[in-house]
């Protein structure tokens, strides 16, 4: 089974600053994808990030990093200068290739301020 | 629209009551996805369409649950007999094609709140 852990349920940052959200997984399988979403107040998931478990690379998007570290099984978010649209509920997740069902994590409540 | 429109956004029930909740898709979407989410804790999928049909439906957590969807578009999910532990908000989510393990395209709506009194 597929389990992610959030280990922090909330997390503060000045705008500007950089801040790093931590995700661990947990999963047998050799291929899997990592994604973490946002969520603000209205409700929606919003996609951020993607990694598939055999890029080399870490992914990156715009202000966005993904820290890939694959023998400890982490996925941990980088939000590099942060804003204040930044503050949001942070879920990272996972999906097994060729299954559609993603599993999520807790979640962390970011809130960046002035 | 040109998101994922979910109704009602919120519904307040008594326990006991049968309820439905409304997903329609991003237009042309073929895959649909629904989730719940209870206080403090992330998503937890119920169940996946592809057209019509519902190849995974491992999510649902009794027969109480169940959903459907016509004309690969429109889905509505229902609950039965509603207990006090059904109350979360209801998301939905839908995608262009099945989420190939390389995307990450799920374009969810802003959710139905249910409260089950």
């Known amino acids: 089974a597929q389990k992610i852990t959030q280990t922090q349920p909330g997390m503060f940052v000045q705008e500007k600053e950089a801040v790093t959200l931590d995700c661990t997984y947990d999963?047998?399988?050799?291929?899997?994808?990592l994604f973490w979403y946002k969520q603000p107040s209205s409700g929606e998931m919003i996609f951020l990030i993607y990694?598939?478990?055999?890029?080399?690379q870490n992914a990156t998007e715009g202000r966005y990093s993904l820290n890939f570290q694959k023998a400890r099984k982490s996925a941990n978010l980088v939000i590099s200068a942060s804003q204040l649209g930044d503050s949001a509920m942070y879920f990272c997740?996972?999906?097994?290739?060729?299954?559609?069902?993603?599993?999520f994590g807790t979640g962390t409540r970011l809130l960046v301020s002035p | 629209g040109a998101g994922v429109s979910q109704s009602p956004s919120n519904k307040v029930t008594e326990k006991g009551k049968d309820v439905e909740l409304r997903c329609d898709p991003i237009?042309?979407?073929?895959?649909l996805y629904w989730y719940r989410q209870s206080l403090g804790q992330g998503l937890e999928f119920l169940i996946y369409?592809?057209?019509?049909?519902?190849?995974?439906k491992s999510g649902l957590p009794s027969d109480r649950f169940s959903a459907e969807r016509t004309g690969g578009s429109v889905s509505t999910l229902t609950i039965q007999r509603t207990q006090q532990e059904d109350s979360a908000v209801y998301l939905c989510?839908?995608?262009?094609?099945?989420?190939?393990?390389?995307?990450?395209?799920?374009?969810f709506g802003e959710g139905s709140r249910l409260t089950v009194l």
């Open positions: 989510a839908s995608s262009l094609r099945p989420a190939r393990v390389s995307t990450g395209e799920l374009f």
């Open positions: 999963t047998s399988d050799q291929s899997y994808g």
């Open positions: 990694q598939g478990s055999y890029d080399e």
């Open positions: 997740a996972m999906r097994k290739t060729g299954f559609q069902k993603l599993v």
């Open positions: 237009s042309g979407h073929t895959a």
């Open positions: 369409f592809q057209g019509n049909s519902a190849p995974d």
